[in-house]
């Protein structure tokens, strides 16, 4: 009897004891173990049938194909996540949809899973609506924890270009529920590549209403690059204390019809996100277009340290919908916007909207915006482009208590102001160079050169040329800026901003 109860256990143990599992699409075999390289499976078919336990690993032979789509089954635990990785030499393993599916790669309603280092693609015949690389999604389930997509390249996803009809995305992120609210906690999208992915390329959904709002909670979106994507670059839906850093996004397409609007990075039914160290360039779309965006529904943006650059749309969207209910919608309340550089953003000269793009674009009644300690630059541009810096506007109502302060506002060609019907402008400390038209109140003003290491323009990508905007110790911007902070920031530079003194305007503390 002893022998028999120590037999059971040890055969319990090894069923449950954690296991590496490896495919190969050229040398497997799906009647195979799948227990090491030897006896890899052969399909995604295959995997599809097992479950997995925690600890498990899921390796993939490198320079091979697997088609159709991966859907993986099983949870992992804390400590112990699953993991998706390669194994061998040779280009990524490519997970190839062929837009069979609406995504290549589908984690659904499972957690503690880490995927990395694969390829996925997911390109049909057509166009498709709600057409995915990777879809992660969790409905009528709870709280999702620990979802890891890390050094993942993206391509390749001919999804609808039309947001109405479901769009389409690199990666896609689903939570809610209507019988049990649902969310993740502890989702992270890092140094992932997202390529030629339409409509869009990093985007979520949730429980986002006001009255039913579950938000996800320690979302990371870091050292992604986005190139080629037509619509909305990164856009966290239904989140609490997002972070979007450090990704880069660029050579958007002109390719949305005329009836669409997108931006590269925003947040909408969001709260305490924040949004740095991104770079944003080339956008292309023909209503909005704008590098960044603190949209509706939202409380608390923090967009800071952020290069955006040829933007046909503009730099900056603060926007708030006026006609939401406050069932549904926060309004657009407390956000902030400060050491950022904009150049040559704002020159759409094509499409249904041709001929307007504010630098700075703020529609409807959102509150309490603080804009400072920016760097813009205009260039010299040619006839019909518009001139206006900033461009306060009505979607159902006009901001209110909007703060422009300690920014430089650089143009080498005639710039203006317009106001509309807001309420509530203040203009302080500001340092204006170049025909500024439409002359707004600034009492501490300083007109005057600010006398960059040297001038940058558009065209220019990367972090190493904006170290040309630093001031030269004579700048006239020196110790003229007003006290904002309430407590030490860091200039775009790693300099200390102290509270409670006079600062140096624009991005640069010397």
Request: glycine share 12%.
């Amino acid at each position: 009897m002893k022998y028999i109860l120590l037999l059971s256990c040890l055969l319990g143990l090894q069923q449950t004891r954690a296991a590496d599992y490896y495919v190969d699409a050229i040398n497997g075999s799906d009647a195979a173990s799948g227990l090491s390289e030897k006896q890899a499976w052969k399909t995604l078919k295959r995997v599809n049938t097992q479950v997995f336990k925690p600890g498990d690993k899921l390796l993939f032979r490198a320079g091979r194909i697997y088609e159709g789509q991966l859907k993986v089954q099983g949870s992992g635990k804390a400590g112990q996540p699953i993991s998706i990785n390669r194994f061998g030499e040779g280009y990524k393993p490519r997970i190839q949809g062929n837009g069979i599916m609406p995504a290549a790669l589908f984690l659904y309603n499972v957690e503690y899973w880490e995927v990395k280092n694969i390829d996925v693609s997911n390109f049909g015949a057509e166009r498709e609506a709600r057409r995915n690389g990777i879809l992660v999604q969790a409905r009528d389930t709870g709280t999702i924890h620990h979802i890891i997509l890390s050094g993942i390249d993206v391509h390749d996803v001919n999804g609808s270009l039309l947001k109405s009809a479901g769009g389409g995305a690199g990666i896609m992120v689903m939570g809610g529920g209507r019988n049990i609210k649902t969310r993740f906690d502890g989702l992270v999208i890092e140094e992932c590549t997202i390529r030629n992915t339409a409509r869009n390329g990093i985007t979520f959904t949730g429980n986002s209403s006001r009255s039913d709002w579950f938000p996800h909670l320690n979302v990371i979106v870091r050292k992604n690059l986005l190139e080629g994507i037509p619509g909305d670059g990164i856009v966290p839906i239904g989140c609490d204390g997002a972070i979007i850093s450090h990704n880069t996004m660029r050579d958007c397409p002109r390719l949305l019809p005329d009836s669409e609007a997108a931006a590269g990075i925003w947040p909408w039914s969001c709260d305490n996100t924040v949004i740095e160290y991104n770079e944003v360039s080339d956008h292309k779309a023909p209503w909005d277009g704008q590098g960044f965006d603190s949209d509706w529904n939202c409380r608390n943006t923090l967009i800071q340290y952020n290069y955006s650059h040829d933007n046909e749309g503009g730099f900056l969207l603060v926007c708030d919908d006026g006609s939401a209910k406050p069932s549904y919608s926060a309004g657009n309340v407390g956000t902030v916007v400060r050491y950022n550089i904009s150049i040559n953003d704002g020159s759409r000269t094509q499409g249904k909207h041709a001929g307007f793009s504010p630098v700075i674009h703020l529609p409807g009644p959102a509150k309490n915006t603080q804009i400072y300690n920016n760097v813009i630059i205009v260039p010299q541009r040619e006839a019909g482009i518009d001139s206006s810096i900033i461009a306060f506007d009505n979607w159902n109502g006009y901001p209110d208590s909007t703060l422009f302060a300690n920014n430089i506002f650089f143009a080498l060609t005639p710039v203006d102001y317009q106001a509309s019907k807001a309420t509530r402008i203040f203009y302080e400390n500001n340092l204006y160079f170049g025909s500024h038209t439409n002359a707004i109140k600034d009492a501490g003003a300083v007109n005057a050169d600010p006398m960059f290491q040297s001038l940058v323009l558009g065209g220019n990508p990367g972090w190493e040329a904006l170290k040309g905007l630093k001031l030269k110790p004579a700048s006239p911007a020196a110790n003229k800026g007003r006290a904002v902070v309430d407590k030490p920031v860091n200039d775009i530079f790693g300099n200390k901003v102290q509270p409670g003194r006079k600062v140096d305007i624009g991005v640069h503390e010397m």
